[in-house]
């Protein structure tokens, strides 16, 4: 059962290494084929089948046979659990307290100290259960885990009849870590309980932070209803009053809500008529509920009223609501932002803007001419880059060997940014990606966590491993190689968006200058392929290319099984609970219960076929495809009734919505990234150059 148990785990990891799936090297394979595996690994996998098997005896003496050695603070946890388990509390505090004088690392302290309150809870001591308990979440740096300490907390002083203490914990658990998983359902149990005991609501002032915390991270389906609530409480001061109006105001222009955040606005308009950041946002709200005509006239009225820096930002709203027929005044107010210096970030944006009509017009040396100056900067920035590109395909229409000599050198110096795989494709030369430029590789082995992590997960005690590898991460400054030994891990472990995370920031702009084939694996970890057999499974079900599959998947979720959007979309692709009805009923698949998008194979299947059919609604177009997965296919339908047939880069820069714009670039240079590492699946529906710069 161990040795299938240990299969299973390896074909849940299946994410890389070099050339193709990950192999955690020797570690779990020498652990499959019967090889001889480090001592501490051998008698921890037998503990832990013990273990599994309910031989707690057996798996007690296998751990106390490793007690005093490198993993001792591991091994006296397990021996606490395993204790506590079965019901031998003062041998199970012992060992607990025996792992905290081991010294342990961070998170697994943290635990540690859990495991103490549990032992105290079982012995009935709830005083010593919240000492311990108070300090693994100040210990902890992970405010996920930190909320569920106090809510499973406030959970045991319920069941021990103790409502009012609980409630403390509950108003803890969303107050101290108001973004975490479980603030919510803490928050609406605080409620229940306030109305059981009888005890004061919270204070206006403190849901009103919450509400923001919320509102920044872009979770307003749950701060919006706090927001009114608070609106309903009486006696409410007039700071909070309008502090809750501005918050609910902002919150429906969020939620795509915009004729009500129009209303809203227009109430905050009238109460403070000089308050411009309110007559902007009432503005944009009513251009974005279809009302362009009011937006530019309240525009208008603001910008007799400005400073340099709103001015600024005032005529650049307004150039880009104006009608076609008034072309030329948005010309002209995009100049005057230009030419500011209050607001360099919009005379930036102006100028592209400028210069981008150019180009749609053919007035290439204008448009080079205004283009140079955004070609300085940064070689990593996107904006740059943008900027070299199209200063580029100018110069192809007026010095065509000039303009492939500059192409070329795009390609050459980011081959594998979205901008020098454009330049490529133009081209038609493969990018010349191969090449050895990040330098020599360290040694993984000075990495005694590290180590420490493989013994554990090879021997199946994956929590263990991820407190050790969570710990270390946390808290060293990690040098390339022990960045790609940690997210190799990580990845095994399933947490794709931490592995990811690690190999981005420390590699950062290097990935895209090629790939060094030393460094191979850092590419591999950055853009793996977990899930594959059920990629596979639906790429070949649907005929489609797992390759922009994954693309999709590691914008959306970064490979998340139980991500949830603040929008409601759900699972690796982020599919929202009506498209997913849709599909389930094209798949036969009515009733559709839309919690089965966490299951990976659903989500992937549901995922592949809707782009399966956004292609086949586009005329095989990856770029517009991919535009509908984000924007909603009837938008970009109007856009290419609006705009006729583009070539693929020119749709690109001509999409409205900034968002998805930036989507956009980013899965398809995902999508080609993919192709390079692990090869073409199918012919390539990926960014094509053939330009039409005219409409």
Known sequence: MWRQATQDRINRRSVLCRGGSILLT?????????????????????????????????????????????LD??????????????????????????????????????????????????????????????????????????ASLAEELALAFEQNGLPGDALQLYHTTWQSWPLAERSEWAFKRALLLTEATGAP???????????????????????????????????????????????????????????????????????????????IKLARSLARAGHAERAVQQLEAVARRS??????????????????????????????????????????????????????????????????PLTRGSQWDIEVQRARYWVAMAKLQIDPKQGRA???????????????????????????????FVGERGDERSYPSLRRARWLLEAGF???????????????????????????????LGEHLQAVRLVVNGFGGALEQGIDPEWREAWN??????????????????????????????????????????????????????????????????????????NPETNIRFGTYYLKQLLSRFDGSSPLAIAAYNAGPDIVSSWRTRDGALAHDVFVESVPYGETRRYLRRVLRSYQVYRLLYGPSEPPGSPQSQTRLNR
């Open 462 to 492: 994956d929590d263990s491993a991820r407190y050790e590898l969570n710990s270390w991460v946390r808290s060293a400054t990690l040098e390339r190689a022990g960045r790609l030994a940690a997210a190799r891990l990580l990845h095994a």
């Open 73 to 146: 603070a591991h091994i006296e946890l397990l021996r606490a659990r395993l204790l506590n388990e079965t019901g031998e509390l003062d041998a199970a505090l012992e060992a607990a307290q025996a792992a905290l004088d081991a010294s342990p690392p961070t998170e697994l302290r943290a635990r540690i100290q859990q495991e103490i309150a549990r032992i105290h809870l079982a012995q009935g001591d709830l005083l010593s259960a919240y000492r311990a308990q108070r300090s693994a979440w100040e210990t902890t740096q992970d405010t996920d885990y930190a």
């Open 26 to 70: 020797a570690l779990i394979g020498a652990a499959l084929l019967g090889a001889k595996a480090p001592d501490p690994v051998r008698k921890l996998r037998q503990a832990h089948d013990y273990w599994e098997h309910g031989a707690h005896k057996k798996a007690l003496k296998r751990l106390t046979d490793l007690r005093g050695g490198e």
């Open 201 to 279: 609501p919270p204070a206006p002032a403190h849901l009103l932070a919450w509400a923001e915390r919320l509102r920044e991270a872009a979770r307003c389906g749950t701060a919006l209803p706090v927001l009114e609530a608070v609106l309903t409480t009486s006696k409410l001061r007039k700071r909070l009053r309008d502090s809750a109006e501005r918050g609910r105001a902002n919150c429906l222009f969020q939620l795509r809500r915009y004729n009500e955040a129009a209303a809203a606005y227009e109430e905050l308009k009238r109460k403070d008529p000089k308050d411009t950041k309110v007559a």
């Open 307 to 372: 400073d340099k820096k709103t001015l600024a930002r005032v005529r650049y709203l307004l150039a880009l609501l104006l009608p076609e027929e008034k072309e030329a005044l948005a010309k002209k107010l995009l100049r005057a932002v230009q030419k500011q210096r209050a607001v360099p970030g919009l005379a930036r944006l102006a100028r592209w803007r400028l210069a981008w009509a150019e180009l749609r017009a053919e007035k290439y040396q204008a448009a080079i001419r205004r283009l140079t």
């Open 525 to 598: 970890l950055a853009w793996p392929r977990p899930f594959d057999t059920s990629v596979r499974q639906a790429a070949e079900e649907f005929e489609s290319d797992p390759a922009l599959t994954y693309a999709v998947m590691r914008e959306e979720s970064t490979y998340r099984a139980q991500a949830r959007s603040p929008a409601g979309a759900l699972g690796l692709m982020q599919i929202i609970p009506p498209t997913a009805n849709r599909i389930a009923q094209s798949l036969g698949l009515d009733p559709f219960e839309p919690e089965s998008l966490f």
């Open 406 to 436: 500059q192409l070329a050198e795009l390609a050459q110096d980011l081959p594998l940014s979205y901008y020098g795989l454009l330049a490529a494709t133009h081209l038609e030369a493969p990018p010349a990606i191969e090449r050895s």
